[in-house]
């Protein structure tokens, strides 16, 4: 119980570790948008299952699995009572911004491309959503306007090919 804690406190000073290069409220909005789009998806999921076709069976039950996935990956306190779970979360957390992206982009565009209806959209829709957050978490922040024209072409200055209209 003692490691268990300690991980907690870890993770908590590294999520309010005031150097990190986004501020606390994007991380926990990723975390959020990706904890309901798990949720969501499961949800709508098992909605889903009512259907006739059998591409769009397979497309939510491959939205429920990403969801369970996700919300394992995000929130790995709702799924205590498996046992590996920690090790997947603790493997997660170490991954860059990017990989987590491409994942949560795969996994939500997957169900949308077999079974184009109302509750893949939905449910998966947000899962694609919170690969878009963390897409852009990992390109990371935008430079002041000086780096900017520093670091640009010469021929976006705005010093250059200016016309003097008398």
Not at 85 to 109: C, D, N, P, T
Not at 113 to 118: D, G, K, M, S, V
Not at 135 to 140: D, H, K, R, S
Request: a neutral charge; charged letters at 10%.
């Amino acid at each position: 119980m003692g490691a268990a804690a300690s991980g907690v406190s870890t993770q908590m000073q590294a999520e309010h570790d005031p150097n990190a290069a986004f501020p606390w409220w994007v991380r926990f909005l990723a975390k959020g948008v990706g904890i309901i789009g798990g949720f969501l998806a499961i949800f709508f999921g098992a909605l889903g299952l009512i259907s006739l076709d059998a591409k769009c069976i397979l497309s939510v039950l491959l939205q429920m699995v990403s969801g369970f996935f996700i919300i394992a990956l995000e929130a790995p306190f709702c799924c205590q009572f498996v046992d590996f779970i920690e090790k997947v979360a603790r493997f997660s957390e170490s991954r860059q911004l990017w990989h987590k992206a491409a994942l949560y982009l795969v996994m939500g565009i997957v169900p949308i491309l077999l079974c184009i209806e109302l509750n893949t959209i939905l449910g998966s829709g947000t899962v694609f959503c919170c690969g878009v957050i963390y897409g852009f978490m990992a390109l990371g922040k935008k430079a002041d306007r000086n780096n900017m024209m520093a670091a640009g072409d010469p021929a976006w200055s705005p010093q250059v090919n200016q016309s003097t209209i008398p």
